[in-house]
Nanobody, 115 residues
């Protein structure tokens, strides 16, 4: 069973930065696509960023130029560096590992941006 543990959320003022981390249990971390998603109150969960095992990235338009996703395969960890945060970035952020037939989710970490 894969476990994903997120950390790094918190309260930050608009314009500030946060870095989220997600550490995964299990083997062959480098094979899997890792993703960051978020869910704001009353809204559906949405994709924020993806990164393949080889480091190819994809971002939601709303975060391009402000957020960066990267991974350290030796530490089984994926990161989300969030800069120039806006009030509309407030949400619970979830880490996701896509193994094709199985998709795993972390428990989520709250990010609150005050304006």
């Amino acid at each position: 069973q894969v476990q994903l543990v997120e950390s790094g959320g918190g309260l930050v003022q608009a314009g500030g930065s946060l870095r989220l981390s997600c550490t995964a249990s299990g083997s062959i971390f480098s094979l899997w696509v890792m993703g960051w998603y978020r869910q704001a109150p009353g809204k559906q969960r949405e994709l924020v960023a993806l990164i393949t095992g080889g480091g190819t990235t994809n971002y939601a338009n709303s975060v391009k130029g402000r957020f960066t996703v990267f991974r350290d395969n030796a530490k089984n960890t994926v990161y989300l560096q969030m800069n120039s945060l806006k009030a509309e970035d407030t949400a619970v952020y979830y880490c996701n590992q896509n193994r094709g037939n199985n998709i795993y989710w972390g428990q989520g970490t709250q990010v609150t941006v005050s304006s």
